[in-house]
């Protein structure tokens, strides 16, 4: 059997327009990396085609230890307080390699 570790899995859902400022929070907050999807359904808030640009959402998704969490979720509340719209889960995940979400993604890059 595999040892696993226990991480954090953030997932937001939101317009592609915020993809970059996601990114930006990422960086800030010491995570390894990112993984962004364009991704269309339907929710509480309509019908999202993703056929257009100005109708596209992403599915944003970060794995990170558990500290680095709440502070994340603090960058994604104040996005909210400024009127964008998120659906955001944190889900319990393991991982087989967990020094590879230690390495801040910046670090990464030169290692």
Not at 1 to 25: A, N, S, Y
Not at 34 to 53: H, I, R, W
Request: net charge negative.
């Amino acid at each position: 059997m595999h040892r696993l570790f226990p991480q954090k899995l953030l997932t937001i859902v939101t317009h592609d327009v915020l993809e970059e400022r996601l990114v930006e929070m990422v960086r800030r907050r010491g995570a390894s990396g990112y993984t962004v999807d364009k991704v269309y359904g339907a929710g509480s808030s309509g019908e999202v085609s993703g056929e257009l640009d100005v109708d596209t959402n992403i599915k944003f998704q970060v794995i990170v230890p558990q500290g680095r969490m709440p502070g994340m979720l603090d960058d994604v509340e104040e996005m909210t307080n400024e009127g964008h719209h998120f659906t955001v889960f944190v889900s319990d995940v393991a991982v087989l390699a967990p020094e590879k979400f230690e390495i801040p993604l910046d670090d990464s890059a030169t290692q």
